[in-house]
Protein backbone atom coordinates (compact mmCIF):
# COMPACT_ATOMS: atom_id res chain seq x y z
CA UNK A 1 0.00 0.00 0.00
CA UNK A 2 0.99 3.27 -0.50
CA UNK A 3 1.86 5.42 2.67
CA UNK A 4 2.68 8.90 2.67
CA UNK A 5 3.95 8.37 6.94
CA UNK A 6 2.45 11.14 9.54
CA UNK A 7 3.07 13.49 6.24
CA UNK A 8 -0.42 13.02 4.48
CA UNK A 9 -2.98 10.70 5.81
CA UNK A 10 -3.98 7.60 3.80
CA UNK A 11 -7.56 8.98 4.13
CA UNK A 12 -6.68 11.40 2.09
CA UNK A 13 -6.80 8.99 -0.79
CA UNK A 14 -10.39 8.32 -1.12
CA UNK A 15 -11.75 11.26 0.63
CA UNK A 16 -12.04 13.03 4.41
CA UNK A 17 -12.86 10.21 7.02
CA UNK A 18 -14.55 7.89 4.96
CA UNK A 19 -11.32 5.27 5.37
CA UNK A 20 -11.82 3.92 9.62
CA UNK A 21 -10.85 0.24 10.65
CA UNK A 22 -13.83 -1.85 11.54
CA UNK A 23 -12.98 -5.72 13.30
CA UNK A 24 -15.87 -8.18 12.78
CA UNK A 25 -16.05 -11.22 15.36
CA UNK A 26 -14.53 -14.64 14.09
CA UNK A 27 -15.10 -15.70 10.37
CA UNK A 28 -16.46 -18.95 9.75
CA UNK A 29 -15.69 -20.71 6.41
CA UNK A 30 -18.60 -20.86 4.08
CA UNK A 31 -16.87 -21.81 0.79
CA UNK A 32 -17.97 -25.65 -0.35
CA UNK A 33 -16.79 -28.91 0.68
CA UNK A 34 -12.94 -29.08 -0.51
CA UNK A 35 -12.99 -31.86 -3.17
CA UNK A 36 -10.27 -33.48 -5.21
CA UNK A 37 -10.84 -32.35 -8.65
CA UNK A 38 -13.40 -29.19 -8.96
CA UNK A 39 -17.19 -30.58 -10.66
CA UNK A 40 -18.80 -28.26 -13.45
CA UNK A 41 -22.24 -28.68 -11.78
CA UNK A 42 -20.52 -25.78 -9.10
CA UNK A 43 -21.25 -23.35 -11.59
CA UNK A 44 -24.69 -24.84 -12.92
CA UNK A 45 -26.92 -22.23 -14.39
CA UNK A 46 -24.44 -19.93 -14.98
CA UNK A 47 -22.83 -18.52 -18.06
CA UNK A 48 -19.03 -19.32 -17.91
CA UNK A 49 -16.38 -17.88 -19.88
CA UNK A 50 -13.99 -20.17 -20.11
CA UNK A 51 -12.54 -23.73 -19.38
CA UNK A 52 -10.49 -22.77 -17.10
CA UNK A 53 -12.46 -20.36 -15.16
CA UNK A 54 -15.56 -23.44 -14.70
CA UNK A 55 -12.26 -25.66 -13.28
CA UNK A 56 -11.52 -22.44 -10.67
CA UNK A 57 -15.53 -22.00 -10.12
CA UNK A 58 -15.66 -18.37 -11.10
CA UNK A 59 -19.00 -18.08 -11.01
CA UNK A 60 -21.69 -17.64 -7.92
CA UNK A 61 -25.41 -18.98 -7.79
CA UNK A 62 -27.36 -17.36 -10.74
CA UNK A 63 -24.93 -14.92 -11.39
CA UNK A 64 -24.21 -14.71 -15.42
CA UNK A 65 -20.97 -13.38 -17.15
CA UNK A 66 -22.09 -9.54 -16.95
CA UNK A 67 -22.56 -9.56 -13.22
CA UNK A 68 -19.57 -11.05 -12.34
CA UNK A 69 -17.54 -8.72 -14.99
CA UNK A 70 -19.35 -5.66 -14.48
CA UNK A 71 -20.86 -5.95 -11.43
CA UNK A 72 -20.61 -5.97 -7.56
CA UNK A 73 -20.42 -9.99 -6.44
CA UNK A 74 -23.37 -9.24 -4.19
CA UNK A 75 -21.72 -10.27 -0.56
CA UNK A 76 -22.60 -9.01 2.44
CA UNK A 77 -20.36 -8.02 5.14
CA UNK A 78 -19.32 -10.88 7.36
CA UNK A 79 -20.88 -13.56 3.74
CA UNK A 80 -17.95 -15.44 1.99
CA UNK A 81 -17.54 -17.02 -1.23
CA UNK A 82 -14.60 -18.83 -2.26
CA UNK A 83 -13.75 -21.51 -5.59
CA UNK A 84 -14.66 -25.13 -4.41
CA UNK A 85 -11.37 -26.22 -3.79
CA UNK A 86 -10.61 -23.44 -1.00
CA UNK A 87 -11.45 -23.79 2.67
CA UNK A 88 -11.23 -21.24 4.90
CA UNK A 89 -9.21 -23.58 8.01
CA UNK A 90 -9.15 -20.31 10.37
CA UNK A 91 -9.75 -16.55 11.20
CA UNK A 92 -8.05 -15.31 14.19
CA UNK A 93 -9.31 -11.12 14.72
CA UNK A 94 -6.90 -8.53 15.82
CA UNK A 95 -6.48 -8.02 19.79
CA UNK A 96 -5.36 -5.65 21.90
CA UNK A 97 -3.17 -2.98 20.74
CA UNK A 98 -3.56 -3.69 17.20
CA UNK A 99 -7.73 -3.80 17.98
CA UNK A 100 -8.36 0.34 17.16
CA UNK A 101 -9.07 2.46 14.57
CA UNK A 102 -5.90 2.89 12.14
CA UNK A 103 -4.10 0.09 13.00
CA UNK A 104 -3.94 -2.05 9.48
CA UNK A 105 -2.27 -5.26 9.53
CA UNK A 106 0.48 -5.35 6.88
CA UNK A 107 3.10 -7.87 5.64
CA UNK A 108 4.09 -11.10 6.76
CA UNK A 109 6.79 -13.21 7.27
CA UNK A 110 7.92 -17.06 8.09
CA UNK A 111 10.10 -19.02 10.02
CA UNK A 112 9.64 -23.04 11.09
CA UNK A 113 6.40 -23.28 12.49
CA UNK A 114 5.67 -19.17 13.25
CA UNK A 115 4.32 -16.51 11.53
CA UNK A 116 5.59 -13.35 11.85
CA UNK A 117 2.89 -10.01 10.75
CA UNK A 118 3.08 -6.57 10.53
CA UNK A 119 0.46 -3.75 12.02
CA UNK A 120 0.93 -0.51 12.09
CA UNK A 121 1.06 -0.53 15.62
CA UNK A 122 3.81 -2.94 15.94
CA UNK A 123 3.93 -6.97 14.73
CA UNK A 124 2.30 -10.46 15.83
CA UNK A 125 4.14 -13.45 16.35
CA UNK A 126 1.81 -16.55 15.28
CA UNK A 127 2.08 -20.34 16.05
CA UNK A 128 1.36 -21.82 13.10
CA UNK A 129 2.60 -25.34 13.82
CA UNK A 130 -1.28 -26.82 13.43
CA UNK A 131 -2.40 -24.42 10.48
CA UNK A 132 -6.27 -25.26 11.10
CA UNK A 133 -5.60 -23.44 14.87
CA UNK A 134 -2.90 -20.98 14.76
CA UNK A 135 -2.43 -19.11 17.85
CA UNK A 136 -0.90 -15.85 19.21
CA UNK A 137 2.70 -16.14 20.66
CA UNK A 138 3.44 -12.51 21.26
CA UNK A 139 2.38 -9.05 20.05
CA UNK A 140 5.21 -6.60 20.60
CA UNK A 141 3.76 -2.97 20.20
CA UNK A 142 6.13 -0.47 18.47
CA UNK A 143 3.75 2.02 16.48
CA UNK A 144 5.37 3.30 13.05
CA UNK A 145 3.96 2.42 9.96
CA UNK A 146 3.64 0.46 7.50
CA UNK A 147 5.83 -2.07 9.84
CA UNK A 148 6.56 -4.27 7.25
CA UNK A 149 8.26 -7.17 8.47
CA UNK A 150 11.10 -9.93 7.30
CA UNK A 151 13.14 -12.12 8.78
CA UNK A 152 16.63 -14.18 8.85
CA UNK A 153 18.36 -16.59 11.73
CA UNK A 154 17.59 -15.15 15.43
CA UNK A 155 16.72 -11.19 13.40
CA UNK A 156 13.43 -9.71 13.03
CA UNK A 157 13.52 -6.49 10.33
CA UNK A 158 10.80 -3.97 10.99
CA UNK A 159 10.29 -0.93 8.40
CA UNK A 160 9.36 2.49 10.13
CA UNK A 161 8.05 4.46 7.17
CA UNK A 162 6.31 6.83 10.44
CA UNK A 163 7.61 10.36 11.37
CA UNK A 164 9.01 9.48 14.85
CA UNK A 165 10.38 11.98 17.70
CA UNK A 166 13.05 8.95 18.51
CA UNK A 167 13.88 5.58 17.37
CA UNK A 168 12.30 3.88 19.95
CA UNK A 169 8.71 1.78 20.69
CA UNK A 170 8.01 4.45 23.18
CA UNK A 171 8.12 6.75 20.70
CA UNK A 172 5.15 9.29 18.97
CA UNK A 173 4.67 10.37 15.93
CA UNK A 174 6.37 13.58 14.77
CA UNK A 175 6.18 16.29 11.78
CA UNK A 176 8.99 15.02 9.07
CA UNK A 177 9.35 19.21 8.83
CA UNK A 178 11.50 18.26 12.34
CA UNK A 179 15.29 17.97 11.20
CA UNK A 180 15.26 15.39 14.57
CA UNK A 181 12.16 13.42 12.75
CA UNK A 182 13.22 9.69 12.92
CA UNK A 183 12.52 6.71 10.29
CA UNK A 184 14.05 3.75 8.84
CA UNK A 185 14.73 0.17 10.13
CA UNK A 186 14.54 -1.58 13.48
CA UNK A 187 16.10 -4.81 14.36
CA UNK A 188 14.93 -7.45 16.84
CA UNK A 189 16.18 -10.77 18.26
CA UNK A 190 13.41 -13.15 17.56
CA UNK A 191 15.36 -16.51 19.08
CA UNK A 192 12.55 -16.05 21.57
CA UNK A 193 9.45 -16.06 19.24
CA UNK A 194 7.36 -15.20 22.77
CA UNK A 195 9.88 -12.44 23.90
CA UNK A 196 11.15 -10.94 20.60
CA UNK A 197 13.84 -8.26 22.20
CA UNK A 198 14.70 -4.84 20.28
CA UNK A 199 18.27 -4.85 19.20
CA UNK A 200 19.17 -1.67 17.32
CA UNK A 201 18.19 0.87 14.82
CA UNK A 202 19.42 2.29 11.31
CA UNK A 203 17.96 5.62 10.23
CA UNK A 204 17.59 5.63 6.27
CA UNK A 205 16.74 8.99 4.02
CA UNK A 206 12.76 9.19 3.69
CA UNK A 207 12.52 6.20 6.42
CA UNK A 208 11.40 2.91 5.05
CA UNK A 209 8.43 2.03 3.53
CA UNK A 210 9.57 -1.97 2.60
CA UNK A 211 13.24 -3.65 2.74
CA UNK A 212 13.80 -6.39 0.77
CA UNK A 213 16.93 -8.97 2.21
CA UNK A 214 19.84 -10.54 0.48
CA UNK A 215 22.49 -13.04 2.50
CA UNK A 216 25.71 -12.37 1.36
CA UNK A 217 27.11 -15.29 -0.48
CA UNK A 218 29.20 -17.13 2.03
CA UNK A 219 33.02 -17.53 2.85
CA UNK A 220 34.93 -18.94 0.49
CA UNK A 221 37.58 -22.11 0.56
CA UNK A 222 40.70 -22.02 -0.62
CA UNK A 223 39.47 -22.70 -4.29
CA UNK A 224 37.01 -20.21 -4.10
CA UNK A 225 33.97 -22.11 -3.93
CA UNK A 226 31.08 -20.62 -0.95
CA UNK A 227 31.47 -22.57 2.19
CA UNK A 228 27.49 -21.40 2.48
CA UNK A 229 28.56 -19.52 5.94
CA UNK A 230 27.02 -16.39 5.85
CA UNK A 231 28.79 -13.40 7.75
CA UNK A 232 26.95 -10.24 6.58
CA UNK A 233 23.29 -9.24 5.83
CA UNK A 234 22.23 -6.82 3.39
CA UNK A 235 18.87 -4.81 3.46
CA UNK A 236 17.68 -2.83 0.65
CA UNK A 237 15.54 -0.05 1.93
CA UNK A 238 12.64 1.51 -0.08
CA UNK A 239 11.19 4.58 0.02
CA UNK A 240 9.41 6.97 -2.09
CA UNK A 241 7.81 10.73 -1.86
CA UNK A 242 10.48 13.12 -1.39
CA UNK A 243 9.58 16.52 -0.27
CA UNK A 244 11.42 19.94 -0.28
CA UNK A 245 9.80 20.63 3.29
CA UNK A 246 11.41 17.39 4.90
CA UNK A 247 14.93 17.97 5.78
CA UNK A 248 15.87 14.24 6.09
CA UNK A 249 14.02 13.36 2.58
CA UNK A 250 14.98 15.97 0.17
CA UNK A 251 14.11 15.49 -3.89
CA UNK A 252 14.96 14.03 -6.06
CA UNK A 253 15.03 11.04 -4.35
CA UNK A 254 16.31 8.64 -6.79
CA UNK A 255 18.35 6.44 -4.76
CA UNK A 256 18.27 3.11 -2.77
CA UNK A 257 19.59 2.76 0.94
CA UNK A 258 21.52 -0.22 1.15
CA UNK A 259 22.06 -1.16 5.08
CA UNK A 260 24.86 -4.09 6.14
CA UNK A 261 23.66 -6.27 8.98
CA UNK A 262 27.03 -8.26 10.70
CA UNK A 263 24.76 -11.29 11.96
CA UNK A 264 27.62 -11.59 14.88
CA UNK A 265 26.98 -8.06 15.74
CA UNK A 266 23.10 -6.73 14.25
CA UNK A 267 23.59 -3.69 16.86
CA UNK A 268 26.51 -2.75 14.77
CA UNK A 269 24.26 -2.93 11.91
CA UNK A 270 24.63 0.60 9.55
CA UNK A 271 24.14 1.97 6.24
CA UNK A 272 26.47 1.67 3.84
CA UNK A 273 25.37 3.58 0.54
CA UNK A 274 22.79 5.06 -1.38
CA UNK A 275 23.35 4.18 -5.08
CA UNK A 276 21.53 6.22 -7.97
CA UNK A 277 19.14 3.93 -9.44
CA UNK A 278 17.42 6.65 -11.79
CA UNK A 279 20.69 9.03 -13.10
CA UNK A 280 18.24 10.77 -15.63
CA UNK A 281 15.22 11.40 -13.28
CA UNK A 282 13.17 8.60 -13.86
CA UNK A 283 9.50 8.71 -15.11
CA UNK A 284 8.79 12.19 -15.52
CA UNK A 285 4.96 10.80 -15.32
CA UNK A 286 1.92 11.82 -17.36
CA UNK A 287 -0.84 10.26 -18.73
CA UNK A 288 -1.63 8.75 -15.25
CA UNK A 289 1.43 7.31 -14.54
CA UNK A 290 3.39 8.24 -11.52
CA UNK A 291 6.13 9.99 -11.69
CA UNK A 292 9.52 8.04 -10.23
CA UNK A 293 11.05 9.49 -6.83
CA UNK A 294 12.40 6.25 -5.37
CA UNK A 295 10.97 2.89 -5.44
CA UNK A 296 8.02 1.54 -3.84
CA UNK A 297 9.21 -2.15 -3.24
CA UNK A 298 12.25 -4.32 -4.08
CA UNK A 299 11.99 -8.01 -4.74
CA UNK A 300 15.59 -9.98 -4.26
CA UNK A 301 16.14 -13.35 -5.82
CA UNK A 302 19.70 -13.52 -4.12
CA UNK A 303 20.23 -17.07 -5.01
CA UNK A 304 20.69 -15.87 -8.95
CA UNK A 305 22.08 -12.28 -8.24
CA UNK A 306 18.94 -10.18 -9.56
CA UNK A 307 16.51 -8.08 -8.00
CA UNK A 308 13.15 -6.55 -9.10
CA UNK A 309 11.99 -3.16 -8.63
CA UNK A 310 8.72 -1.53 -8.77
CA UNK A 311 9.51 2.18 -8.72
CA UNK A 312 6.58 4.12 -9.24
CA UNK A 313 6.99 5.19 -12.52
CA UNK A 314 9.40 2.46 -13.75
CA UNK A 315 9.77 -1.26 -13.48
CA UNK A 316 13.31 -2.73 -13.66
CA UNK A 317 15.87 -5.56 -12.78
CA UNK A 318 18.84 -4.45 -11.15
CA UNK A 319 22.60 -7.08 -11.12
CA UNK A 320 23.18 -7.50 -6.96
CA UNK A 321 26.17 -9.75 -7.40
CA UNK A 322 27.87 -7.13 -5.60
CA UNK A 323 25.52 -7.13 -2.64
CA UNK A 324 26.39 -3.23 -1.35
CA UNK A 325 26.25 -2.14 -5.62
CA UNK A 326 23.08 -2.93 -7.18
CA UNK A 327 23.46 -2.09 -10.72
CA UNK A 328 20.06 -1.26 -13.05
CA UNK A 329 20.30 -3.43 -15.95
CA UNK A 330 16.93 -3.26 -17.33
CA UNK A 331 14.06 -0.90 -17.42
CA UNK A 332 10.40 -0.76 -18.70
CA UNK A 333 6.99 1.90 -18.38
CA UNK A 334 3.69 1.58 -19.19
CA UNK A 335 2.17 4.58 -19.22
CA UNK A 336 -0.89 3.53 -20.73
CA UNK A 337 -2.15 1.16 -17.97
CA UNK A 338 0.47 1.29 -14.96
CA UNK A 339 -0.33 4.28 -12.75
CA UNK A 340 1.92 3.14 -9.99
CA UNK A 341 4.69 0.29 -10.29
CA UNK A 342 3.97 -1.51 -6.67
CA UNK A 343 5.44 -4.47 -6.71
CA UNK A 344 7.39 -7.92 -8.03
CA UNK A 345 7.45 -11.10 -7.83
CA UNK A 346 9.54 -13.49 -10.34
CA UNK A 347 9.04 -17.26 -11.43
CA UNK A 348 10.97 -20.16 -9.97
CA UNK A 349 13.41 -20.00 -13.09
CA UNK A 350 13.74 -16.31 -12.62
CA UNK A 351 13.14 -15.68 -16.88
CA UNK A 352 9.82 -14.27 -16.02
CA UNK A 353 8.40 -11.33 -13.48
CA UNK A 354 5.01 -10.16 -12.16
CA UNK A 355 5.08 -6.81 -11.75
CA UNK A 356 1.48 -5.10 -10.04
CA UNK A 357 0.15 -1.80 -10.33
CA UNK A 358 -1.63 -0.28 -7.21
CA UNK A 359 -3.41 2.43 -8.90
CA UNK A 360 -5.26 4.32 -6.31
CA UNK A 361 -3.24 3.54 -3.44
CA UNK A 362 -4.89 0.56 -2.14
CA UNK A 363 -7.96 3.02 -0.79
CA UNK A 364 -9.91 2.89 -3.77
CA UNK A 365 -12.22 0.48 -5.37
CA UNK A 366 -10.26 -0.21 -9.23
CA UNK A 367 -12.01 -3.83 -9.64
CA UNK A 368 -15.05 -2.66 -11.45
CA UNK A 369 -16.32 -2.11 -14.94
CA UNK A 370 -15.85 1.46 -15.36
CA UNK A 371 -12.02 1.01 -14.39
CA UNK A 372 -11.92 -1.98 -16.16
CA UNK A 373 -9.15 -5.48 -16.78
CA UNK A 374 -5.87 -3.96 -17.95
CA UNK A 375 -5.82 -1.10 -14.98
CA UNK A 376 -4.80 -1.79 -11.69
CA UNK A 377 -4.24 -5.31 -12.45
CA UNK A 378 -0.82 -7.49 -12.79
CA UNK A 379 1.83 -6.84 -15.96
CA UNK A 380 3.66 -10.20 -16.88
CA UNK A 381 6.82 -9.58 -18.21
CA UNK A 382 9.13 -12.46 -19.71
CA UNK A 383 13.06 -11.86 -19.44
CA UNK A 384 14.82 -12.71 -22.53
CA UNK A 385 18.23 -14.68 -22.35
CA UNK A 386 19.81 -10.98 -23.01
CA UNK A 387 18.26 -9.36 -19.78
CA UNK A 388 15.35 -7.62 -21.71
CA UNK A 389 11.80 -7.55 -20.08
CA UNK A 390 8.90 -8.39 -22.89
CA UNK A 391 5.69 -7.27 -21.80
CA UNK A 392 3.17 -11.26 -22.04
CA UNK A 393 -0.18 -10.14 -20.94
CA UNK A 394 -2.30 -8.65 -17.89
CA UNK A 395 -3.86 -10.54 -14.96
CA UNK A 396 -6.94 -9.10 -13.25
CA UNK A 397 -9.76 -11.05 -10.74
CA UNK A 398 -12.50 -11.80 -12.91
CA UNK A 399 -14.91 -10.74 -10.44
CA UNK A 400 -16.69 -7.47 -9.95
CA UNK A 401 -16.37 -5.55 -6.34
CA UNK A 402 -18.54 -3.07 -5.20
CA UNK A 403 -17.65 0.45 -4.93
CA UNK A 404 -17.38 0.42 -1.28
CA UNK A 405 -14.52 -2.37 -1.24
CA UNK A 406 -11.04 -1.02 -1.61
CA UNK A 407 -9.43 -3.52 -4.46
CA UNK A 408 -6.27 -3.67 -7.01
CA UNK A 409 -3.03 -6.07 -7.07
CA UNK A 410 -1.17 -6.37 -4.09
CA UNK A 411 1.06 -8.84 -2.36
CA UNK A 412 1.64 -12.24 -3.36
CA UNK A 413 4.27 -14.98 -3.46
CA UNK A 414 4.80 -18.44 -5.28
CA UNK A 415 3.90 -21.49 -5.02
CA UNK A 416 6.44 -24.98 -5.40
CA UNK A 417 5.03 -26.48 -8.18
CA UNK A 418 7.34 -28.19 -10.31
CA UNK A 419 7.34 -27.12 -13.87
CA UNK A 420 4.87 -24.52 -13.57
CA UNK A 421 4.48 -21.24 -12.61
CA UNK A 422 1.86 -20.50 -9.85
CA UNK A 423 1.31 -17.56 -8.24
CA UNK A 424 -1.11 -16.47 -5.24
CA UNK A 425 -2.14 -12.86 -4.25
CA UNK A 426 -3.57 -10.24 -2.16
CA UNK A 427 -6.19 -7.81 -3.55
CA UNK A 428 -7.23 -6.42 -0.21
CA UNK A 429 -11.10 -6.05 -0.69
CA UNK A 430 -11.00 -8.28 -3.48
CA UNK A 431 -9.78 -11.14 -1.62
CA UNK A 432 -6.86 -13.47 -2.80
CA UNK A 433 -6.63 -15.22 -6.49
CA UNK A 434 -4.42 -18.19 -7.51
CA UNK A 435 -3.63 -17.77 -10.71
CA UNK A 436 -1.48 -20.22 -13.57
CA UNK A 437 1.37 -17.77 -15.50
CA UNK A 438 2.98 -21.02 -16.68
CA UNK A 439 2.15 -19.75 -20.26
CA UNK A 440 2.65 -15.91 -19.65
CA UNK A 441 0.21 -14.82 -22.48
CA UNK A 442 -2.04 -16.53 -21.31
CA UNK A 443 -2.71 -16.66 -17.37
CA UNK A 444 -5.62 -18.48 -15.75
CA UNK A 445 -6.92 -18.57 -12.22
CA UNK A 446 -7.22 -21.88 -10.54
CA UNK A 447 -8.65 -20.86 -6.43
CA UNK A 448 -10.18 -17.74 -4.96
CA UNK A 449 -11.57 -16.84 -1.71
CA UNK A 450 -13.71 -13.08 -1.16
CA UNK A 451 -15.21 -11.52 1.85
CA UNK A 452 -18.08 -8.96 1.69
CA UNK A 453 -17.45 -5.44 2.33
CA UNK A 454 -16.29 -4.40 5.83
CA UNK A 455 -19.58 -2.11 4.96
CA UNK A 456 -21.77 -2.19 2.64
CA UNK A 457 -22.56 1.72 2.76
CA UNK A 458 -18.95 3.79 2.83
CA UNK A 459 -15.58 3.07 1.81
CA UNK A 460 -13.70 1.59 5.19
CA UNK A 461 -10.45 0.39 4.66
CA UNK A 462 -9.93 -3.42 4.61
CA UNK A 463 -8.84 -6.99 2.64
CA UNK A 464 -6.39 -8.99 2.82
CA UNK A 465 -2.71 -7.02 2.43
CA UNK A 466 -0.42 -9.83 1.26
CA UNK A 467 -1.57 -13.28 0.78
CA UNK A 468 1.14 -16.36 0.91
CA UNK A 469 1.71 -20.14 0.16
CA UNK A 470 3.80 -21.36 3.18
CA UNK A 471 4.38 -24.99 3.95
CA UNK A 472 1.33 -26.47 2.11
CA UNK A 473 -0.91 -23.48 3.39
CA UNK A 474 -2.43 -20.16 2.11
CA UNK A 475 -1.59 -17.68 5.14
CA UNK A 476 -3.23 -13.95 4.57
CA UNK A 477 -2.87 -10.60 6.91
CA UNK A 478 -6.46 -9.20 6.78
CA UNK A 479 -5.78 -5.34 6.94
CA UNK A 480 -9.16 -5.01 9.43
CA UNK A 481 -10.38 -8.97 10.20
CA UNK A 482 -7.30 -10.37 11.05
CA UNK A 483 -4.64 -13.37 10.68
CA UNK A 484 -6.78 -16.20 8.26
CA UNK A 485 -5.27 -19.86 6.76
CA UNK A 486 -7.03 -21.74 4.00
CA UNK A 487 -6.13 -24.81 2.51
CA UNK A 488 -6.57 -25.27 -1.61
CA UNK A 489 -7.25 -28.78 -2.67
CA UNK A 490 -6.31 -28.76 -6.39
CA UNK A 491 -4.62 -31.16 -8.74
CA UNK A 492 -2.83 -28.59 -10.40
CA UNK A 493 -0.85 -27.88 -7.51
CA UNK A 494 -0.16 -31.71 -6.52
CA UNK A 495 3.06 -31.45 -5.01
CA UNK A 496 3.35 -28.33 -3.51
CA UNK A 497 2.99 -29.74 0.06
CA UNK A 498 6.02 -31.79 -0.19
CA UNK A 499 8.07 -28.32 -0.36
CA UNK A 500 8.79 -27.45 3.07
CA UNK A 501 10.97 -24.44 3.78
CA UNK A 502 12.50 -23.39 6.96
CA UNK A 503 11.71 -19.71 6.39
CA UNK A 504 9.92 -17.27 3.84
CA UNK A 505 10.45 -13.48 3.42
CA UNK A 506 8.14 -13.20 -0.09
CA UNK A 507 10.42 -10.50 -1.15
CA UNK A 508 13.84 -12.07 -1.01
CA UNK A 509 12.96 -15.38 -2.68
CA UNK A 510 14.18 -19.00 -2.55
CA UNK A 511 14.62 -20.87 -5.30
CA UNK A 512 12.76 -24.26 -4.91
Known amino acids: MRHVRSRASLLGLVGGGAIVAALLSPLTASA ?23 LAGNCLPGNDIAKLRGAPTGLAAGETASSPNTELLANLPKVGAFDSPGAYNSDLAFQGE ?24 SQVVCPGAQNDVSVYGDLLVLSTDSSRNDESCQSTSQSATVKESWEGIKLFDISDP ?7 AIETPCGSHTHTLAPDKGNKNGKGEAKGLVEDLYVYVS ?45 PGGNGSATTSG ?30 NPQVTERVRDNENFAFWHSATFNNAGDK ?29 DISDTGQLEFQSYYKIPRAQANTENCVAHNGSLLPVKGKDIMVQAWYQGGWSMFD ?54 PRIKGADKVKMKQLNPQSQPQF
Request: net charge negative.
Open 194 to 200: AQPRYVS
Open 114 to 137: YAYAGNYNGFMVYDISTPSAPTVV
Open 239 to 283: SYSPNAAFPDCQPPLDTVSVVKVPLESPESAAMVGQPVLFPDGGN
Open 295 to 324: CHDLTAYPSKDVMAGACMGDGILLDISDRA
Open 353 to 381: VVFTDELGGGGAPTCNETIGATKGANGIY
Open 32 to 54: EESVKKPKPDKCAGAQMFSEADR
Open 437 to 490: FTDSANPKEIAWFDRGPVDESRMVLGGPWSTYYYNGHIYSNEIARGFDVFSVDD
